[in-house]
């Protein structure tokens, strides 16, 4: 609270408007999203068998608890204008009740277009009136994606038709994590919170292969100063899982995003995850890197040729690192303290082999295999 009272006085002497003031994400949001894996092959059956899976694998107590339906599930108005779910959502307000009764959350998709980007109905025109309909329905997150709106508005107006939901979902009085997707253009991270997003996508879309989320993922250094408690950086939905990468890579992608405080969505069939994948997701260590309350986003400190080292600030003046080797083959990757300001002997802790690797000193390395990480937290 004082933080925010003192960011917003900041701003204000800088003549700048102050933010919006977020109850909304103060950590990065978990879930899973139906895009990645399904695209247009999500119904309403699936949505409910993702919830239950979300329940028993674990992945809901790891902190994963929005269930984002993505585009597809659109049908058309009625007399009235409303917007109605098409066949394969029978009925969005008893499905939001079945997500929220296994104490999850529940998410939607559209545009400011006249159409999604998968050409259905988008809400154009409507904005106030479709946000009525997804609080009315219990939907607690909206992804607002550009797609057509490129045909119907100047590019220059993005930041006013961003606001323009945002009011209409405030207006509402439901809590609804709001989460803009216009693929990073005009700097979106610079307007994006006052806009009234609690999170932006940085990039275009991922892939699940190593070349397209190792772009994404060390494109984002330099951002960092633009994430914070209520409004995030997103560089895209997680592919771990999908099967396009190895269980390495899939470390290294959840390690980047959690330096990197990025909403945290799954985006696999979680009915049919090998205990690996859930291994790998429900790694709380892990996951604690990204969803660590003070909220700073990760950033690069050293690179060596394909070696290189990320940090991110912690809260208590610990530290999370990364070591990364985006490389052929395997190699050692050095830490030094001075790069973090630190001196002296720290102790530090393997987050993904969960044991203790003693105190270091000035500097160290470790080896580590291609297209993999050795994440740290410091002590
Ligand atoms: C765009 C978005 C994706 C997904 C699809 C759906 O490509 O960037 O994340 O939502 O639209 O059509």
Redesign the pocket.
Same mark, same amino acid.
């Given at each position: 609270m004082l933080r925010s009272l003192f960011t917003a006085a900041a701003l204000a002497i800088a003549g700048m408007p102050p933010l919006p003031a977020q109850e909304l994400a103060a950590t990065p949001p978990m879930g899973w999203n139906s895009?990645n894996h399904f695209e247009a092959k999500i119904d309403d059956k699936t949505v409910r068998e993702i919830a239950d899976a979300m329940v028993s694998s674990g992945m809901r107590d790891a902190g994963y608890v929005y269930v984002n339906i @993505? @585009? !597809?599930w659109e049908g058309e108005r009625d007399a009235q204008g409303n917007i109605l779910a098409n066949s394969k959502f029978p009925d969005m307000k008893a499905l939001a009740d079945y997500v929220h009764g296994k104490g999850l959350k529940i998410g939607i998709?559209s545009s400011p277009g006249p159409k !999604?980007?998968?050409e259905y109905e988008g809400s154009y025109k409507h904005e106030e009136q479709d946000a009525r309909t997804y609080a009315a329905w219990g939907i607690d997150y909206l992804?607002y @994606?550009w797609?057509s709106a490129s045909k119907v508005y100047l590019r220059s107006d993005m930041p006013k038709i961003y606001k323009l939901m945002a009011d209409a979902l405030k207006a509402t009085g439901r809590p609804i994590v709001y989460s803009l997707?216009q693929?990073g253009m005009d700097k979106v991270w610079e307007w994006g919170a006052r806009s009234g997003g609690n999170l932006w996508?940085t990039t275009? =879309?991922i892939e699940d292969k190593w070349k397209s989320m190792e772009s994404i993922g060390f494109k984002q250094n330099g951002l960092e100063k633009y994430a914070g408690p209520g409004h995030w950086n997103d560089p =895209?939905?997680l592919e771990v899982g999908n099967g396009g990468m190895t269980a390495t890579e899939y470390r290294a992608h959840l390690s980047l995003w959690s330096l990197l405080a990025a909403p945290l969505l799954a985006g696999n069939d979680l009915r049919s995850m090998p205990s690996e994948t859930a291994g790998i997701l429900t790694n709380r260590e892990v996951v604690a890197i990204d969803q660590d309350a003070l909220g700073k986003q990760g950033y690069r400190v050293a690179q060596e040729g394909a070696n290189e080292v990320w940090a991110k600030p912690l809260a208590g003046g610990e530290w999370a690192i990364g070591l990364f080797n985006r490389g052929p083959e395997t190699a050692k990757v050095t830490v030094r303290w001075k790069d973090f300001g630190l001196s002296g002997k720290h102790r530090v802790r393997d987050l993904w082999a969960h044991h203790d690797r003693g105190n270091q000193k000035d500097q160290f390395w470790y080896e580590v295999p291609s297209h993999g990480v050795v994440l740290l937290r410091v002590k």
């Open positions: 895009w @993505d @585009d !597809t998709y !999604t980007c998968a992804k @994606d797609c997707c693929y996508r275009g =879309d =895209d939905m």
